[in-house]
Nanobody
Framework: QVHLVESGGGLVQAGGSLRLSCAAS????????MGWYRQAPRKQRELVAG???????NYADSVKGRFTISRDNAKNTVYLQMNSLKAEDTAIYYC??????????????WGQGTQVTVSS
C-alpha cells in the first residue's frame, strides 16, 4: 500500500513557475514508477510526465521543454517543476505510483490532487 500526498499547487500568472511535490509513504518508494497526471474541467485525465524506478523520464508533448519531473528516493518524494506556465495548464494535478507485483498484478495508487490555476 502506498499513500500519496501532493502539495505545491496554487494560483500563478501566465509565464510563472510552480513546483509540485508528491510525498509517498507506506512502501518501498524506489521500486515504483511515478507520474504526474492532470485533469482539466470537462476533459479526460492525461499523463503530464513520468519517471521510472530507474530514473527514465517521459513527457507529454504539450509540456516538453517547460516541465521537469524528478525524484528523490531518500525523501520518498517526486517533484514536478513547471515553468513558463500557460492558461491551458490549469487543471487538477494528480500524483501516481505504480509497479507490477511478482505475479504480474499492477499495483496502482493515486494522490488526492492539487489545483493549479494559471491566470492569463
Amino acid at each position: 500500500q502506498v499513500h500519496l500526498v501532493e502539495s505545491g499547487g496554487g494560483l500563478v500568472q501566465a509565464g510563472g513557475s510552480l513546483r509540485l511535490s508528491c510525498a509517498a509513504s507506506g512502501s518501498i518508494f524506489s521500486t515504483y514508477n511515478m507520474g504526474w497526471y492532470r485533469q482539466a474541467p470537462r476533459k479526460q485525465r492525461e499523463l503530464v510526465a513520468g519517471i521510472s524506478s530507474g530514473g527514465s523520464t517521459n513527457y507529454a508533448d504539450s509540456v516538453k521543454g517547460r516541465f521537469t519531473i524528478s525524484r528523490d528516493n531518500a525523501k520518498n518524494t517526486v517533484y514536478l517543476q513547471m515553468n513558463s506556465l500557460k492558461a491551458e495548464d490549469t487543471a487538477i494535478y494528480y500524483c501516481n505510483a505504480y509497479r507490477f507485483s511478482a505475479l504480474g498484478i499492477k499495483l496502482d495508487y493515486w494522490g488526492q490532487g492539487t489545483q493549479v490555476t494559471v491566470s492569463s
